[in-house]
């Protein structure tokens, strides 16, 4: 059974810095693309970051400059490194990685979500 653990959320000051992290575990084969995701109170679900197998990555215009996603393939597992927070990056974090499972199998994987508060 795969699972996604995720750590590193918290309470910041509007400029400081946090990392996340997210690992995947279970009975995996391989992993596609790796991504970030974040609801903020009162919004959908939007993407953040994301990374592929080969390591080319895709940002939100909202935090370009600001994070920065990488991966980890030899553990299965993702961090989100953000810097310059907002208030308005507060929101839940997500973790979503696409697992092979089997030889034919494969699917998207949530994390249970990480909460990240910028605030003076």
């Known amino acids: 059974q795969v699972q996604l653990a995720e750590s590193g959320g918290g309470l910041v000051q509007p400029g400081g810095s946090l990392r996340l992290s997210c690992a995947a575990s279970?009975?995996?084969?391989?992993?596609?693309?790796m991504n970030w995701y974040r609801q903020a109170p009162g919004r959908e679900r939007e993407l953040v970051a994301q990374?592929?197998?080969?390591?080319?990555?895709n940002y939100a215009d909202s935090v370009k400059g600001r994070f920065t996603v990488f991966r980890d393939n030899a553990n299965n597992a993702m961090d989100l490194q953000m810097t310059s927070l907002k208030p308005a990056d507060t929101a839940v974090y997500y973790c979503l990685m696409n697992i092979q499972t089997t030889l034919t199998e494969t699917g998207d994987y949530w994390g249970q979500g990480t909460r990240v508060t910028v605030s003076s």
């Open positions: 279970g009975g995996i084969v391989g992993i596609g693309l």
């Open positions: 990374i592929s197998t080969g390591g080319n990555t």
